[in-house]
C-alpha cells in the first residue's frame, strides 16, 4: 500500500516573506517543523509531536496545517491507530478539499482496518481529484484484491502501471492477481520486473512462487517460497505451497511443511484450493 508522504512545512509556512522565514528559521519551531516533516526513520511519537506543537502553535497558514494534520495522521499510521490518522485527514481535507495526499492516505487507514467499501471510495476520490494518480489505482486494486474482485484488481493495476511502469507494488499486485486468475506468463514477467526494481518483500516472491507452482516448476517454486520465508518466516501461503511443491518433487517432507502452515492459518489449504492447485 502506498501511503501520500510527509509535505514539508517550511516553506508553506514562510511563502512570500523572505522575512518570516528569517525569523522563522532563528526560532525554535524549526525544530518543531523538523520533526513533523521527519521521514520513516523518524520515530513516530517525535513525528506526533512535531505536529501537534505546530498545529497548536496558531502560526500555520492553513495550507501548512492541512499538511501537518496529513503528516500527524501518517504517523498514526504506523503506530497502527488508524482512527486517530483518519481523523486526521478528515482534518486535513476539510482545510484543504483538493489536497489529494490525505484523501489517499485515508483510503489506506480504511483498508487497513479492513472497512473495504469505504477504502474503495476513498480511492475513487484521490483518482477524481487527480486521475493521474498512480499510487490511488494501485490502492484501489489491493482493496480489490481483499475482496477477491480479480477483474476489477487488474483493471486498476493496469492502470497505475500505465501511469507509472516503476511502480512495484503494483508489478507485485498484478503479478499476484494474474497468478490467482491462470495469466501465468504474464504474472511472472511482473514478479520479475518487481524484483529488478528493488522489490525485497515476501509477498512478491510468494506471488512468483504460485506462479511456478501452478506450472509444475517446483524447484523454482521452492526457491521462490524459501526467498519468502527467509523474509517472513511463519507466511502460511509459503510453507503451505512449498509442502505442495516438495510434495510434488515426491519429496514426503512437505508433509512438514503443509502441517506447519495449517497450525498458522487453518484455512490455508482452502484458499490454495481457490487458486486450482491441491
Known amino acids: 500500500m502506498f501511503i501520500g508522504r510527509v509535505a514539508p512545512i517550511l516553506a508553506l509556512l514562510a511563502a512570500g516573506s523572505p522575512a518570516a522565514a528569517q525569523q522563522l528559521q532563528n526560532s525554535s519551531q524549526l525544530k518543531t ?9 523518524t520515530p513516530p511519537k517525535v513525528r506526533i509531536a512535531g505536529c501537534t506543537a505546530l498545529i497548536d502553535s496558531g502560526d500555520a497558514k492553513p495550507s501548512a496545517l492541512a499538511v501537518a494534520y496529513n503528516n500527524r495522521g501518517n504517523a498514526y499510521m504506523t503506530t497502527a491507530e488508524y482512527d486517530r490518522a483518519i481523523s486526521d485527514f478528515d482534518r486535513a481535507i476539510g482545510i484543504t478539499p483538493d489536497y489529494v495526499k490525505p484523501v489517499n ?7 487497513k482496518m479492513g472497512a473495504y467499501d469505504r477504502a474503495i471510495e476513498a480511492f475513487g476520490e484521490a483518482i477524481r481529484l487527480n486521475p493521474g494518480y498512480a499510487n490511488a489505482f494501485a490502492n484501489r486494486a489491493i482493496t480489490h484484491l481483499k475482496l477477491k474482485q480479480y477483474d476489477r484488481a487488474l483493471q486498476d493495476f493496469d492502470e497505475a502501471i500505465r501511469l507509472d511502469p516503476n511502480l512495484r507494488l503494483a508489478r507485485s499486485g498484478r503479478c499476484w492477481a494474474r497468478a490467482v486468475v491462470g495469466d501465468l506468463q504474464a504474472g511472472l514477467g511482473d514478479c520479475d520486473i518487481a524484483l529488478q526494481l528493488g522489490a525485497a518483500d515476501a509477498a512478491t516472491h510468494d506471488s512468483r512462487a504460485l ?13 521462490d517460497y524459501d526467498s519468502a520465508l527467509r523474509l ?11 509442502g505442495l511443491a516438495k510434495l510434488g518433487q515426491g519429496d514426503k517432507a ?8 495449517r497450525l498458522i492459518e487453518a484455512k490455508v489449504g482452502d484458499e490454495f484450493a481457490g487458486y486450482g492447485v491441491r
Request: charged share 25%.
Open 33 to 41: 517543523i523538523e520533526q513533523c516533516n521527519g521521514a520513516e526513520r
Open 105 to 111: 492516505n485515508r483510503g489506506v487507514a480504511y483498508l
Open 211 to 223: 506462479i511456478h507452482l501452478k506450472m509444475g516448476q517446483f524447484a523454482a517454486a521452492i526457491d
Open 232 to 242: 517472513k518466516p511463519n507466511l502460511a501461503s509459503a510453507l503451505y505451497g512449498r
Open 254 to 261: 512437505g508433509d512438514r511443511d503443509v502441517s506447519a502452515a
